[in-house]
């Protein structure tokens, strides 16, 4: 009932699988939609849709959402932001992919001359790839969710990671984070949650940032 009532607002709002999946089944994640097939079908009916914009491709190569004057590049763990290309490039958005675990092919990019930010899961995972790609890209900025509202438990279904509650700070390494995402972090360590990647929004972020 509540989809068939927001209609409207979903369809203006232009949700890729992942990201609709993020935000109207919260307490299942992402891949809710991927895992249930029978329920996607069943929403696609009711929104009037064939598909979501875009199919999740499943491959690990490198993918990039161009545009004509990019003001900055931000690099993804997840696919979601490029799955909506019209938004990045609407607002100047250079946005590339590597794919969770799959960064060493950063030890061979050219020279970065644009600004660069990191968007990733706020969990214990994904922030140790930053890490990695920050030895990578020593520039490189982490974006910060502007909201903890949908942080998730770490038990959340097809979630994985969980953090390090016998070191401090998970055995992040302290000194790579802001004071703003230490207090994030400490906040979702504190409360055995996690925030998905999916349920952040791009611009936001990055409006944040500039702060």
Not at 8 to 15: G, M, N, P, V, W
Request: charged share 30%; proline share 5%; hydrophobic share 35%.
């Amino acid at each position: 009932m509540f989809i068939k009532e927001q209609k409207k607002q979903i369809l203006q709002d232009q949700y890729s699988r992942k990201k609709f999946s993020a935000v109207f089944f919260k307490d299942s994640g992402a891949k809710h939609l991927d895992k249930n097939p029978g329920l996607e079908t069943a929403v696609l009916k009711l929104l009037g849709l064939k598909e979501f914009p875009e199919k999740d491709p499943k491959n690990k190569q490198y993918k990039f959402i161009n545009c004509p004057n990019p003001k900055c590049i931000v690099l993804c763990e997840n696919l979601d932001f490029l799955l909506l290309p019209w938004i990045a490039r609407e607002n100047n958005i250079e946005l590339w992919y590597a794919g969770g675990n799959n960064i060493d092919k950063l030890n061979h990019l050219p020279k970065i001359e644009l600004p660069i930010f990191y968007s990733c899961d706020w969990d214990y995972d994904g922030l140790r790839i930053f890490q990695r790609v920050k030895n990578i890209i020593p520039d490189i900025e982490l974006l910060i969710p502007t909201s903890t509202d949908f942080s998730k438990s770490v038990k959340s279904p097809n979630h994985k990671s969980d953090w390090v509650y016998t070191k401090n700070f998970s055995n992040l390494d302290y000194d790579l984070y802001s004071n703003d995402a230490k207090k994030i972090i400490e906040y979702l360590i504190r409360r055995k949650e996690w925030i998905e990647e999916e349920n952040n929004d791009l611009i936001n972020m990055l409006s944040f940032s500039d702060k």
